[in-house]
C-alpha cells in the first residue's frame, strides 16, 4: 500500500493529512452537538484539516454561507494536536487549545459548550 506524504517547512515529512484520520474526523463530525441538521465541509490542508460548515446562526454570515469553524493541526514536534478557531472579525486563526489525542481533540470541538466554534 503506497503512503501519501507531505513536506513541511524544514523538510521532514508530515504524517498529516492521511485519508485514516480523515474519516475518523467525519464520523466524529457526525456526533456534534450544534448544527446537526446541517452537513459540514472537511478539508485536508497543510499538516490537518479545516472543518467549514453552513452559517444556520446567521451570526457570522447574514446569508447563511460557508463558514470557517475548526482547524485541526497536527504538531509533528510536539507530537500533539492543535486546535484553532475563526475569529470571523479578524479573519484570522486563534489557538484554542492542545490535545495529545486527536480524539480528545474531536470531543471537545463537537461539545462546544462556551459555542466558540460552532456558532
Not at 474526523?25 to 467549514?52: D, F, S
Not at 463558514?67 to 486546535?83: G, P, S
Request: charged share 35%; net charge positive.
Amino acid at each position: 500500500m503506497r503512503q501519501t506524504v507531505t513536506k513541511i517547512g524544514d523538510g521532514a515529512a508530515s504524517s498529516q493529512p492521511n485519508e485514516f484520520d480523515y474519516r475518523r474526523i467525519w464520523r466524529a463530525l457526525e456526533q456534534r452537538r450544534r448544527y446537526r441538521y446541517v452537513t459540514p465541509l472537511l478539508l485536508k490542508t497543510a499538516n490537518g484539516y479545516r472543518v467549514q460548515s453552513p452559517c444556520c446562526s446567521r451570526n457570522i454570515d447574514p446569508d447563511g454561507g460557508v463558514i470557517d469553524v475548526a482547524l485541526l493541526i497536527f504538531d509533528e514536534r510536539k507530537a500533539n494536536w492543535r486546535l484553532l478557531r475563526k475569529d470571523h472579525a479578524l479573519g484570522v486563526w486563534e489557538f484554542d487549545s492542545e490535545f495529545p489525542r486527536l480524539k480528545e481533540l474531536l470531543d471537545h470541538l463537537n461539545e462546544d459548550a462556551e459555542r466558540r466554534f460552532w456558532q
